[in-house]
């Protein structure tokens, strides 16, 4: 799996970032001296009506607004993102399929709340159950296929909290797998921001079930209760929730290239705020801050000599697109550093991480991404070995 990218302060006035996470990548890519453009116009100061919220540029970790973050709060059915989680975990182990048939327990269909409506002892498929889940919010759904993964609800729960703490979820505990209210079941719209980079990363595959407007199983059809899915075509997941403690909350994923956003938000007065509320976070952060795409993933930013290799150069990049953010209007404010450790010895498989690039944004590090062989460069014969073994101990006396 990928790394997880890290949340970054990022502020419209300072002159650098703070980590709330550290990332990290050295020949300075610093742009050609030229006249600062025109300044952008002012965009209004952003007002929330909810007691929590977060945004972060998905790709590079920046977190572009927050208030409240660390607050503990009940997290309501964005609990279910941790829950699909552990099943995308056990599918990409391959201990479920998504055509495997899975027989509901009593206990599943008893659950409380809102349903997906499966019948016990009825087999349904896993990935029935995930729409279930995702599109229907079903608290049945979500046991169901918490005993498939772990044998019994106890044992996931166990398994909920331990990959919450791998994740870094600090103030996170989650003593269901549903998110219906108990006490001391909580997490903050910060670990939530983690979870959700997470998934979309480790799991990339499956994040098409949190676009889908609508499921019918059992003939009855609900609608996906995320309402950006259908006001916004850039908004392509990712979950909602409701209690009476919890307030209204949505996690909203919007893809906008080369731009992808977060947001999270808790505790909105109501359904139709939480929908406003967050179309306003959106908006803003497109609207306060502009985007670069550095480098565009799998394409070669260099050729890298490899020596003792049947090859004598291979291409490099990067497995994802390298993008950052900075205020409207101050794109030249990026910048990055490249640095290749040399001489670079084969073999070198495709993937091997080569190199590091630092995206710094004036002058300030906002995040390192690895630089990786784009191709393989297999072991030379061994006269060729030998022979560039000898060249490089020359080079290494005369430098």
């Not at 829950?83 to 182990?93: P, S």
Request: hydrophobic fraction near 45%; aromatic fraction near 8%; proline fraction near 5%.
């Amino acid at each position: 799996m990928n790394a997880i990218p890290s949340l970054r302060s990022f502020r419209l006035a300072a002159a650098g970032a703070a980590a709330l996470s550290a990332l990290v990548f050295a020949q300075t890519n610093a742009p050609a001296a030229a006249a600062a453009p025109a300044a952008a116009e002012p965009v209004a100061a952003l007002v929330v009506n909810a007691a929590a919220y977060l945004v972060v540029e998905a790709t590079s970790g920046q977190v572009l607004a927050e208030s409240n973050k660390r607050q503990r709060r009940d997290p309501a059915s964005l609990t279910k993102l941790m829950t699909a989680y552990l099943v995308f975990d056990a599918l990409h182990q391959k201990k479920l399929s998504l055509t495997q048939r899975l027989r509901v327990p009593e206990r599943a269909w008893k659950a409380e709340g809102s349903r997906m409506f499966i019948e016990p002892g009825a087999p349904v498929t896993t990935e029935d159950l995930l729409r279930g889940l995702i599109i229907q919010s079903g608290n049945d759904a979500a046991v169901a296929l918490a005993i498939a993964v772990a044998g019994n609800e106890g044992e996931f729960i166990a398994r909920m909290n331990r990959e919450a703490k791998r994740l870094g979820m600090d103030d996170t505990q989650f003593l269901n797998p549903t998110g219906l209210s108990q006490q001391g079941h909580y997490s903050t719209a910060h670990d939530l921001a983690v979870l959700s980079l997470a998934l979309l990363r480790d799991f990339p595959q499956y994040t098409r079930f949190y676009a889908e407007k609508s499921f019918t199983h059992g003939r009855i059809t609900q609608e996906n209760r995320n309402r950006l899915l259908f006001l916004d075509p850039t908004v392509d997941g990712l979950k909602t929730g409701h209690t009476d403690s919890a307030g209204w909350c949505l996690i909203a994923t919007v893809n906008r290239p080369p731009r992808k956003l977060l947001t999270v938000l808790l505790g909105a007065p109501s359904e139709a705020l939480r929908v406003s509320e967050s179309q306003k976070l959106i908006e803003w952060a497109f609207a306060a801050y502009e985007g670069r795409r550095l480098h565009e993933a799998g394409k070669p930013i260099q050729q890298l000599t490899v020596w003792k290799s049947s090859v004598n150069e291979i291409p490099i990049g990067f497995r994802d697109d390298v993008t950052a953010v900075t205020d409207a209007g101050k794109g030249w404010e990026i910048t990055t550093e490249l640095t290749i450790p040399e001489p670079k010895i084969g073999p070198v498989q495709a993937g091997d991480t080569v190199g590091l690039l630092k995206v710094k944004r004036a002058g300030n590090l906002i995040y390192e991404r690895d630089v990786v062989a784009l191709e393989s460069a297999p072991a030379a014969p061994m006269w060729k070995r030998m022979w560039h073994a000898v060249v490089l101990w020359f080079k290494g006396m005369f430098k």
